[in-house]
């Protein structure tokens, strides 16, 4: 198979993994925070144009929070991989012989034979450049991040928990009365949790109707502390 269509397919997966991972970290707060917050609410005011206010506000302050968490979770990997290059080059100008005793001792862990060890090692320290990507991804297990990543990361996380917010507030726009717009909101928000625990534990592969449920289970004891919370201070 053409090697160019190995590293696209590699990419994409890539991609992908990191994508589900923003949809999972954003969905799964933007559907928990603000269904807790609005359940609690629920058991303190009356008026259902409080909660749709206060859970827009908190969308928008979680979205933003949470967006930021992922930017700055990116901009720290692509540091940390930065200051590991600019230490590879160092060692590969100024510590060589460990360095080429640390690539023969790759090669040896792999099953080559010392001449190939060897052979193998000379052709990759001809190319500095290339011997530092060979140490970072094999010696250190680091790929080369997206340097668009951050912004990336940012914006699915920040509008996956919008969208997961809009879900249990859906209800408050549309009944006047909290108490009953809350049943809407949990039948709702649960469904949506189940659903989504079901698809994320089919992509993390565990036991998908277990998963389902454990994150469904989450989601009502957050909401069902808070509600008890403000009807205790109530």
């Given at each position: 198979?053409?090697?160019?269509?190995?590293?696209?397919?590699?990419?994409?997966?890539?991609?992908?993994?990191?994508?589900?991972?923003?949809?999972?970290?954003?969905?799964s707060?933007?559907?928990?925070?603000?269904?807790?917050?609005?359940?609690?609410l629920?058991?303190?005011?009356?008026?259902?144009?409080?909660?749709?206010?206060?859970?827009?506000?908190?969308?928008?302050?979680?979205?933003?929070?949470m967006?930021?968490g992922?930017?700055?979770?990116?901009?720290?990997?692509?540091?940390?991989?930065?200051?590991?290059?600019?230490?590879?080059?160092?060692?590969?100008?100024?510590?060589?012989?460990?360095?080429?005793?640390?690539?023969?001792?790759?090669?040896?862990?792999?099953?080559?034979?010392?001449?190939?060890?060897?052979?193998?090692?000379?052709?990759?320290?001809?190319?500095?450049?290339?011997?530092?990507?060979?140490?970072?991804?094999?010696?250190?297990?680091?790929?080369?991040?997206?340097?668009?990543?951050?912004?990336?990361?940012?914006?699915?996380?920040?509008?996956?928990?919008?969208v997961?917010?809009?879900?249990?507030?859906?209800?408050?726009?549309?009944?006047?009365?909290?108490?009953?717009?809350?049943?809407?909101?949990?039948?709702?928000?649960?469904?949506?949790?189940?659903?989504?625990?079901?698809?994320?534990?089919?992509?993390?592969?565990?036991?998908?109707?277990?998963?389902?449920?454990?994150?469904?289970?989450?989601?009502?004891?957050?909401?069902?502390?808070?509600?008890?919370?403000?009807?205790?201070?109530?």
């Amino acid at each position: 198979m053409d090697s160019s269509n190995d590293q696209s397919h590699s990419e994409s997966h890539l991609r992908s993994s990191d994508l589900l991972r923003d949809i999972v970290i954003g969905m799964s707060d933007g559907l928990t925070v603000p269904f807790a917050l609005a359940a609690g609410l629920s058991g303190a005011v009356a008026s259902s144009n409080i909660i749709v206010i206060a859970g827009i506000a908190e969308i928008a302050a979680g979205s933003i929070a949470m967006g930021l968490g992922g930017y700055l979770a990116g901009k720290t990997e692509q540091d940390h991989y930065k200051s590991e290059v600019a230490r590879e080059y160092n060692e590969v100008e100024n510590l060589r012989h460990l360095e080429i005793a640390e690539t023969k001792e790759f090669f040896a862990n792999i099953g080559l034979s010392p001449e190939l060890q060897e052979q193998a090692t000379k052709e990759i320290a001809e190319d500095k450049d290339r011997w530092v990507d060979f140490m970072m991804k094999y010696e250190l297990g680091l790929e080369k991040p997206d340097p668009r990543r951050a912004t990336k990361s940012a914006l699915n996380i920040g509008i996956s928990y919008i969208v997961g917010g809009i879900i249990p507030l859906c209800p408050y726009i549309f009944i006047s009365n909290s108490t009953e717009a809350l049943k809407y909101s949990v039948i709702a928000t649960l469904i949506c949790l189940f659903v989504f625990g079901y698809f994320k534990s089919k992509i993390t592969g565990v036991n998908a109707i277990w998963g389902a449920v454990r994150v469904m289970l989450i989601g009502a004891m957050a909401a069902a502390a808070a509600f008890g919370v403000a009807k205790l201070f109530q």
